[in-house]
C-alpha cells in the first residue's frame, strides 16, 4: 500500500478543490449583527468604571443633582484634594507598605514550602498540603478578632505589619498551591543535572531554578498583591489612624461631612489603577495562576 | 576505578537492585543492557550518587564513597529526556560545570570551543536550549558531560529519543570521545544491538540483578544463563524445552541432530535455543528441520520476521529477503545446528568447556 492509494488520494483532494469555486458561487447572507454582542458586552463591562471616572470629575452637587453622561462642570479638585491632603495619600501609601510587605513575605516563605511538597514525599505530605487550602475556606471575619486581641499585646495593632501578617494566612496557602504547580512543571532531572554538575542546592535554587519558575513567581506575586489590595476587614480591624489603609479613609470620609462623592469617586478610580498596572504586566500568566500553575 | 560491591536498593517491599557487585576500569566502556525496569537507570543513580544503596558500598579509586552527596563526587551524566538548563544559553550551559568548579576564564573559553565543534554545536552557543532541535539539545547535555572532564560519564539511554541518522553518528562518536579522556563510561540502553555496536564490555541486567558482566562479544555468543542469553536477543531468542536421547533432540513436533560439541551431554531434559538469525527457511522438510505454523509476518524491506508458536513458546524466523507466507501455513525451518544454545534446567549454559570440566 504504497503509491496507488496516495495517487487516488491526491487525485481525490484535485476533484474536491475543483468543486470548491462551484459551491462558493452562492451568495452567502451577511451576517450584519455580529458587532452587536461584543459591543453589548464591552459597554456593561465598561459602564461601572467609566460612571466612576465621570464622578471624580464631577463635583459633589452635580452628582447628586440628576443624571449625566458627562461632567457639566470638569474639575480635578476631588484630585488635587487626595493628592495634597495627608490623611489621604497616607491611605494609599499604609496601604501599597501591607501589600508590598506581605506579598514578598508570602512568596519567600511559599517558595521553599511549595519546593518541597513538589520534590519530596514525606508523612502526611498530601493531606498537609490540603489542608494548606481549607485555610482560605475560612471568612476573614473569623479571624479578626484573635488577631486583634494578639497584635494588641505584643504592640504590632496599628502598624503595616499587621495587616501583612495578618493577610498571610490567606496568601501563604495560595502561593504554596501557585507555585507548587508551577515548580511540577520542572523535570526534577534538571535540579540532579545542577547537583551533578557541583551546585550546592541554594546555589542551583537561585540560579537554576528560580529563573524556571520566574513566569510562576510572577502570577504569585500578583494574586498576593490582589488578594491583599482588595481585602478590608482585617486591614481596617487591625489598624486605627497611623497605618489606616485607603479603604478605611474613604469610608471616614463618607461619613464625616455628609457624601463627598466626588472626592470617593476620585479615590476609587486612584484604588483601580495599581491593580491595572500589575494585571498589565502579568496578563499572558493570569489564566495558569487561576489553574494553580496546574496547565 | 568503580567498585559497586553487594549493591542493593529496596523502597519499601520493592527492589529495584539486588546485591549488584561490579568492577569499571577508568578508560572502559561499559554497556548496562535490560529492558525497561530491569534497574538500569536505578542502577546508574546509585553509581552517580544520587541515591544511597539500602545494602553494599560504592568504591572510586580505592575510597569508599558510599553515601557521599553527589556535588562531592567526580560525576557527569546524560539523560535520556534532553535535559539542559533552559534559562541559560548553550555556552552557560556547556560551561556550567566549570564555573562551579572556578575554572579560569580562557580555559573556561578553550574547552567549551573545543567540545562545541566536537559536537557540532558551535553555531548555536548564543541560543537558549529550547530554540534548538532535539538532537541539538541533546548534543548540549553531551557537551556539558564531556566539558566536566569527571571521572565518571553516566549515559542514560542518551540516543533513544533521537532520529535514526543522528543516532548512528552519536554511537560512534560517544565512544571514542570519553574514552579518550580515561574516565568509567558506563552507558544504558535497552537494545541489544546498541549493546554490540558500542562493544566494550556489557552487563545484562534482570529484575534488578546483574545476570552476567563480560566483554560484549564474548557474552553475546555465550551466554552463561537463559536469562542473559534472552536480555542478550533481539528480535527474542527461540527457545523451547527438549529431551536429549542418544544424538537427538526431542520435543513435539521437533527431533534434531544433538551437535558435535553437546555429544557428551547425559540424556534428560533441557532447554535449547537458537537466535531468529539462527534459523532460515528450508523448502521441503527433512532430518534436521522444524515445521512451524505462521501466525504473522512482518517485512521491513530487506529482511522478514516469521512469528510462529511451537510447543506453547512464541518464535520467530529472522529471514533475508521478502517472505510472506498465508499466516495458518506451515513452513520448515532449517536451524543452524552449531549454533545451537543448550542450558539446563536450573537456566545455566552448557557449553564445551562446562562440560570438560563436569567429565
Known sequence: MTDVPAGSAMAQADAASRTVPATRTRPQKPLRLKWLVPTLYIIFLMLPIYWLVNMSFKTTNEILSGISFYPANFTTDSYVEILTNPVWYWGYINSITYVVLNTILSVCVALPAAYAFSRYRFLGDKHLFFWLLTNRMAPPAVFALPFLQLYSSVGLFDTPFAVALAHCLFNIPLAVWILEGFMSGVPKEIDETAYIDGYSFPKFFVKIFMPLIASGIGVTMFFCFMFSWVEMLLAKTLTSVQAQPIAGVMTRTASSSGYELGLLAAAGVLTIIPGAIVIYFVRNYIAKGFALGRV | ?359
Not at chain 2, 220 to 241: C, E, Q
Request: no cysteine.
Open chain 2, 1 to 359: 576505578m568503580l567498585e559497586l560491591k553487594t549493591v542493593s536498593k529496596r523502597i519499601g517491599e520493592a527492589t529495584h537492585i539486588d546485591s549488584v557487585s561490579m568492577t569499571m576500569e577508568p578508560g572502559s566502556l561499559n554497556v548496562l543492557l535490560g529492558p525497561t525496569l530491569s534497574g538500569k537507570t536505578s542502577l546508574m543513580r546509585l553509581m552517580a550518587g544520587l541515591d544511597r544503596p539500602t545494602d553494599g558500598e560504592v568504591w572510586v579509586d580505592g575510597v569508599n564513597v558510599t553515601g557521599l552527596p553527589v556535588q562531592k563526587r567526580d560525576v557527569a551524566m546524560v539523560y535520556q529526556q534532553f535535559i539542559n538548563y533552559p534559562a541559560m544559553t548553550v555556552y552557560d550551559n556547556i560551561a556550567s560545570p566549570m564555573r562551579i568548579a572556578k575554572k579560569r576564564k580562557a580555559e573556561i573559553d578553550n574547552t567549551v570551543e573545543r567540545v562545541a565543534t566536537l559536537l557540532q554545536l558551535k553555531p548555536y552557543l548564543k541560543r537558549l536550549p529550547l530554540e534548538l532541535s532535539g538532537g541539538q539539545q541533546q548534543r548540549t547535555a553531551l557537551a556539558r558531560a564531556l566539558a566536566k572532564n569527571a571521572k565518571l560519564v553516566l549515559l542514560d539511554e542518551p540516543l533513544a529519543n533521537l532520529d535514526y541518522k543522528l543516532r548512528e553518528e552519536l554511537r560512534a562518536e560517544l565512544p571514542r570521545i570519553f574514552t579518550q579522556s580515561g574516565a568509567v563510561f558506563v552507558y544504558a540502553t535497552a537494545e541489544p544491538e546498541e549493546a554490540l555496536l558500542l562493544g566494550g564490555r556489557t552487563a545484562t541486567l534482570h529484575e534488578g540483578r546483574v545476570t552476567q558482566f563480560d566483554d560484549t562479544v564474548r557474552l553475546y555468543r555465550s551466554p552463561a544463563d537463559l536469562v542473559t542469553a534472552r536480555t542478550f536477543s533481539d528480535p527474542p531468542l527461540n527457545v523451547i524445552g527438549a529431551v536429549k536421547q542418544g544424538d537427538q533432540f526431542r520435543a513435539a513436533g521437533l527431533a534434531l541432530r544433538v551437535p558435535d560439541k553437546f555429544k557428551n551431554l547425559f540424556d534428560g531434559p533441557y532447554t535449547i535455543a537458537f537466535r531468529p538469525h539462527h534459523l532460515s527457511l528450508a523448502s521441503e522438510a527433512s532430518d534436521n528441520t522444524i515445521s512451524l505454523q505462521i501466525s504473522v509476518t512482518e517485512i521491513t524491506g530487506s529482511e522478514s520476521f516469521l512469528h510462529a508458536t511451537i510447543g506453547g513458546e512464541d518464535w520467530v524466523v529472522l529471514e533475508h529477503g521478502v517472505h510472506d507466507p498465508a499466516p495458518g501455513t506451515t513452513v520448515n525451518v532449517a536451524p543452524k545446528l552449531d549454533q545451537m544454545l543448550v542450558f539446563d534446567r536450573l537456566g545455566e549454559a552448557i557449553t564445551p568447556s562446562t562440560l570438560q570440566r563436569a567429565a
